[in-house]
């Protein structure tokens, strides 16, 4: 999956933000706050592509069911999306 570059990710106290950087941080006012699972999906973004090598791949991390792994997969890509954050 296609990466927008202008964003981020920090960890900031134990919390995971993504930071918009050169252009975009004018456009985008603040901070995008992540959970653990959101941010450990960021990191792998630039490797799978499609939500199922990521299921997989938090399966192997994470005690969830499949079903409700794939809910908040698609719910956080579509708001990453949404933003223009990843393509």
């Known amino acids: 999956m296609k990466i927008n570059k202008e964003f981020v990710l920090r960890e ?7 930071v918009p950087i ?6 985008y006012n603040g ?7 959101a941010a450990a999906i960021w ?3 630039p ?4 939500r199922d090598e990521i299921t997989e791949k938090l399966l192997e ?3 969830v069911d499949r079903a409700t ?5 698609d719910e956080f890509m579509d708001k990453l999306r949404e933003f223009g954050i990843v393509d």
């Open 12 to 18: 900031i106290a134990g919390d995971y933000v993504l």
């Open 22 to 27: 050169g252009k975009t941080a004018g456009e």
């Open 31 to 37: 901070l995008f706050p992540l959970t653990e699972t």
């Open 43 to 45: 990191k792998m973004l």
């Open 47 to 50: 490797d799978v592509q499609t």
């Open 61 to 63: 991390d994470y005690d």
């Open 69 to 73: 792994l794939e809910k908040d997969i």
